[in-house]
């Protein structure tokens, strides 16, 4: 079992930015991270994953604009969101999977973040 614990959520007005941290309880070397949000009346979208070997996607809303990186030495990935519009409001969730014989997966509990002015 891997918990995950984000941080770095909060209220920033459109155009500024945020840096989310998601620690994890385990060691994170060959699992694939991601960040994922889900807003008010949405379902769950993916905003970016990284593999093990360091490889970054994005979803189409936020590329160019947040960038995810990762610390194995630390067990942590990161998640910078910049330029930020009021559409990015929501939970922000870290989430874990590894594939070794089985399937693991492991999800955070969630950080807000609000863009208001």
């Known amino acids: 079992q891997v918990q995950l614990v984000e941080s770095g959520g909060g209220l920033v007005q459109p155009g500024g930015s945020l840096r989310l941290s998601c620690a994890a309880s385990g060691s994170i070397r060959l699992a694939t991270m991601g960040w994922y949000r889900q807003a008010p009346g949405k379902q769950r979208e993916s905003v970016a994953t990284?593999?093990?070997?360091?490889?970054?996607n994005y979803g189409d809303s936020v590329k160019g604009r947040f960038t995810i990186s990762r610390d194995n030495a630390k067990n942590t990935v990161y998640l910078q969101l910049n330029s930020l519009k009021p559409e990015d409001t929501a939970v922000y969730y870290c989430n874990f999977v590894k594939v070794i014989f089985e399937r693991y997966e492991y999800w955070g509990q969630g950080t807000q973040v609000t863009v208001s002015s």
């Open positions: 990284i593999t093990s070997p360091g490889v970054a």
